[in-house]
Structure formats: C-alpha cells, structure tokens
C-alpha cells in the first residue's frame, strides 16, 4: 500500500475488528505482519490518525495501548470497502493469530547450536503459561542455513505454529503431494 488514506484506513480497520487494545508494538507488528505497509508509513500514519483522534490511547498496568475510537471506527466501516478484500481477510487473520498468542503469554524463541562438528541445529520453541506449545529442532548442514531458519521463526513465530498445524491436521495437504 502506498496511499497515505489507504494505511490509516487499513490500520483502523484491524482496530477495529480485533476490539482489543493494542500496546504500540504489537500494532506494529500486526500492521507490518503480511508486508503490505512499510515501516516509515506505519508510524506516520498512526501518528496522525492518534491526532486526529481516530485512535484513543489509554494505560493499562502502566503501559499505553491504543484502541479505536467512534470517529475511527466510523471512518473504517466507511473506507475499508477501498482496501481489497484479500489483503483485509489475510491480515485479519494473520492479527487473530498474534493476538492469540500474546493473549496467552505465549513467547517464542529459536537458538542455533553446533551438532558435533555434524552440522547445526535449530531449536525453536514457542511456550506459555502451562508449559510448550510448540518444541520442534531441525537439522542444517550449514550455520548459514541455521540462521535463516532461526531468523525467519523469531520473525514469524504464529505462521509457522499455525503451517505446523495445518499441515498436522491435514488442512492444507495439497502442499505434501
């Protein structure tokens, strides 16, 4: 998205449809989570739409999160229609898959450690509360392909829990055939 509307309107729009207040950070990485705004236009974008009122901030146990306002959620009932209805659908449910791990104080984390002089591996690990989520090492024969691996986890830690699961439970099975 280049359009300076067209990303408040997007941002407003997961606002909106999550009806969760956010901590600035984690708005971020929601926006930025399927690459369709650049990082530059996102803190304008929020900038202004905080100033126009469009978004309320409040703090919670002292930290500020942000949550849509009426005018806002106006605005994005009227606009969001603009934004392709891909991107809508895809970004929301990439949202309700962060969200759903930052709500269950889920943190991921990925290490890379040496096998022995027989390659690396690559230890990613997602937990919570009540013990792991996901625990999964894989093998890499080089350090280089080790940090990839354990670079794109920490960046993307939710798309790969969930593509485990969907493969897992047969929901996207064309991708083994």
């Known amino acids: 998205m280049q359009n300076k509307t067209d990303i408040k309107v997007f941002i407003l729009f ?7 207040p956010l901590d600035e950070a984690h708005l971020y990485e929601i926006v930025m989570e399927n690459g369709y705004v650049g990082s530059f236009d996102f803190s304008e974008c929020f900038s202004e739409l905080k100033e126009l009122g469009h978004i309320l901030e409040i703090e919670e146990d ?13 605005v994005a009932g009227e606009l969001q229609g603009d934004i392709l209805e891909s991107i809508r659908e895809k970004s929301l449910q990439s949202a309700k898959g962060l969200l759903s791990l930052y709500k269950r104080g889920a943190v991921a984390s990925a290490e890379v450690r040496e ?14 509360g009540e013990g792991a989520l996901l625990s999964l090492k894989l093998s890499s024969p080089s350090k280089a392909a080790a940090e990839r691996m354990q670079s ?3 960046k993307k830690p939710e798309e790969t829990y969930r593509g485990i699961l969907s493969v897992l439970t047969g929901e996207i099975d064309y991708l083994l055939h």
Do not use: H, P, W
């Open 14 to 20: 997961l606002l909106d449809a999550l009806s969760y």
């Open 62 to 74: 002292g930290v500020r999160q942000y949550l849509i306002s009426d005018t806002g959620r106006l």
């Open 152 to 154: 794109n986890f920490e």
């Open 115 to 128: 096998r022995d002089g027989r390659g690396y591996e690559v230890v990613c690990k997602i937990a919570d």
